[in-house]
């Protein structure tokens, strides 16, 4: 067994590290967004219905908020509280689900609608 290859050897510099991958949440945000200020471009009743409903969720989430201040000290708000983050995520996967089910997607896309 001869050891002189690997006294002499010099070693190989370190491969340069890959380039990151682009961040895709930007793109995402920004797709959305320009989904967005089109549908709300189309028509007046969409701008309408889209204001009232940021109203409404921004009143929601007011008296929530109202709602576990007012549990802070309670020795048994884990049970309250436990409903309204249900409250939370149910309200949040039921407007996930709504916005991309097929039949808005269809009726969206049909003219005249």
Same mark, same amino acid.
């Given at each position: ?25 930007? =793109? @995402? !945000?920004? #797709?959305?967004?320009? +989904?967005?200020?089109? &549908? *709300?471009?189309?028509?007046? %009743? ?8 940021? =109203? @409404? !969720?921004? #009143?929601?989430?007011? +008296?929530?908020?109202? &709602? *576990?201040?007012?549990?802070? %000290? ?8 436990? =409903? ?30």
């Amino acid at each position: 067994m001869s050891t002189a290859g690997a006294r002499g050897a010099v070693p190989a510099p370190p491969s340069p590290a890959p380039p990151p991958a682009p961040a895709l949440t930007p =793109v @995402f !945000v920004r #797709l959305k967004l320009s +989904l967005l200020r089109n &549908g *709300l471009r189309q028509s007046g %009743g969409r701008r309408a219905v889209f204001v009232a409903s940021a =109203v @409404f !969720v921004g #009143l929601f989430t007011v +008296l929530q908020l109202i &709602g *576990l201040v007012a549990l802070r %000290g309670y020795p048994h708000a884990a049970g309250p509280v436990l =409903v309204l983050a249900a409250v939370l995520g149910l309200g949040w996967a039921g407007r996930c689900c709504r916005c991309s089910s097929p039949a808005v997607t269809r009726r969206s896309t049909r003219p005249g609608w």
